[in-house]
């Protein structure tokens, strides 16, 4: 069975503080991609990242940066110096092979950038 | 700047009314999804379109709800007759998902459409 886990329902933090939100994932197949969206208060659901099964190197693009490791099935995402503007709830997705074309969302994580 | 386009973006009702959403996917996406989001349930998976052709609608209650692609320009969703517990903001996606591996395969959604049905 596929399923994507977002443990932390809600994290607040102050401003300039880091952030880590962690997706935990389960899946049989061997190659598969993973994605985080951010939903901002309003509303619409913003693609941040993609990584397939088979590039474990972490990437980091601005104040944000992703950990990959498949040894745990995790794809951890961080946010370096958060600010007010990264509040919003934080989806972890999974897209298995074998034919499908289905995307298995986590609950979400909803994060609040505190002044 | 290509985005998926959905209307309504709100949509008050009566319970027992027809509601329908529409959703222009982007340009050459040759997937669709339609899904729901609730405080209770998360994002949940309605229906999905590949190539317009129905691959999945196991999400959807079967008795009020259908999904249609007439054209490669536009999804519907359907709800007739609507009750009040699909309050819900319904989105719709679509991606160029080919065989695994290619470029493709993230999807992009929608602002969403905020039903409400009283």
Known sequence: AQKVTQAQTEISVVEKEDVTLDCVYETRDTTYYLFWYKQPPSGELVFLIRRN?????????????????????SFNFTITASQVVDSAVYFCALIRTSGTYKYIFGTGTRLKVLA | DARVTQTPRDKVTEMGQEVTMRCQPILGHNTVFWYRQTMMQGLELLAYFR??????????????????????TLATLKIQPSEPRDSAVYFCASGLVLKIWSSGNTIYFGEGSWLTVV
């Open chain 1, 53 to 73: 099964s088979f590039d474990e190197q972490n990437e980091i693009s601005g104040r944000y940066s992703w950990n990959f490791q498949k040894s745990t099935s």
């Open chain 2, 51 to 72: 190539n317009r052709a129905p691959l999945d609608d196991s999400g959807m209650p079967k008795d009020r709800f259908s999904a249609e692609m007439p054209d490669a």
